[in-house]
């Protein structure tokens, strides 16, 4: 377990240093483009000239690539073009309101998820079988931005039980809370669902499941001994495909009811070209991607030993 640990540890930090400077190509590749999105569109070629020698641009690539890996590492993401503040400071304060609001979104989904998944598997081809692949399918058909909207018309226009926003103005509030959450899980939860339910539909056809009955077990006891770890080994890997998708996916939902987030924060970095919130976020987005792919793979040896990665 441990070498399987230290090797998959060592391919996360691999990936990542490639991605880095993948990240680092792109947005720093020309130091001109640089300057001029720090300067603006108007800035003449002599500030533009000096902005590069003030700041070291006019060094060898490799050499920037490490001081800016280094500054990266050490917590120093550079100024903000458009905010005119560290991006630290901003930076944070967004990923930790996306963490709010993926967190709560990741458990409400997740348990919805397994639950009717499992239901469904279990009668396959029943009537509630049927019922519940069809919301399944249905939410998940509808995306992001329409689901915000027919909830918001619902509940906020007409029924007026919601706040339409979630800026969180006067400090945290659950209630601004429940519409993104619903979006969100509503899109998210028919694919997990729907895995589930092919999980489990092909494991209550196996002859451990089929002996096991016969024998006169409790067939609740088949369903959460027996039956259910193994049919969580598919659906696990969409499990944690999602907490990447909760993080930079969220950017229509936050957008959508003005949420202060993470996803929020790249898109504005993305339209005005700000390049240091934008490599902050990709390295964010990349890691969390990478670890969570780290930890399915680790998840597989516990919820079948029998898995082992050469």
């Known amino acids: 377990m441990l070498q399987l640990l230290a090797r998959r540890l060592g391919v996360m930090v691999l990936i990542m240093l490639v991605v880095a400077l ?18 603006g569109p ?10 590069i020698l003030q700041n070291g641009y006019d060094r060898p ?14 917590g120093d993401l550079g ?14 304060d967004r990923l930790g309101n996306t963490g709010i609001l993926a967190g709560i979104t990741f458990v ?65 509030n659950v209630v601004e809370l429940i519409l993104p ?39 609740s006891r088949i369903i959460m001994k027996h039956a259910l770890r193994n049919a969580l080994i598919a659906p696990f890997t969409v499990i944690m495909l999602q907490i990447n998708w909760l993080l930079s996916g969220v950017v229509v939902t936050e957008f959508a009811f003005g949420y202060k987030g993470f996803g929020a924060l790249l898109l504005e970095a ?6 240091f919130v934008i490599e902050a976020c990709g390295v964010a987005a990349v890691f969390v991607a990478v670890f969570t792919q780290t930890v399915g793979d680790l998840g597989y040896t516990y919820l079948n030993p029998r898995i082992r990665f050469k």
């Open 181 to 219: 959450v619903s979006v969100l899980t509503l899109y998210g939860f028919g694919y997990i669902a729907r895995m589930t339910r092919a999980s489990m539909a092909e494991v209550m056809t196996t002859a451990y499941i089929r002996t096991a009955a016969l024998k006169g077990m409790p067939r």
């Open 79 to 92: 100024m903000s073009v458009i905010y005119k503040r560290p991006v630290a400071d901003i930076f944070w």
């Open 108 to 172: 409400v989904m997740v348990v919805l998820a397994l639950v009717l998944g499992v239901l469904a598997g279990m009668a396959e081809g029943s009537r509630r079988d049927r019922i519940i692949s069809v919301i399944s399918i249905g939410t998940t058909s509808i995306p992001e931005y329409a689901s915000a909207v027919i909830l918001a018309g619902i509940f906020v226009f007409q029924l007026k039980w919601l706040p339409g926003t979630s800026s969180m103005v006067s400090g945290f």
């Open 42 to 51: 108007y800035a003449q070629d002599t500030q533009l000239d000096s902005w």
């Open 22 to 39: 993948l990240l680092f190509l792109i947005n720093e590749g020309d130091p001109r483009l640089v300057a001029r999105s720090v300067l």
């Open 61 to 74: 690539m490799y050499i920037r690539y490490f001081e800016w890996l280094g500054r990266m590492m050490t």
């Open 270 to 275: 993305a339209l005005r070209r700000d390049i």
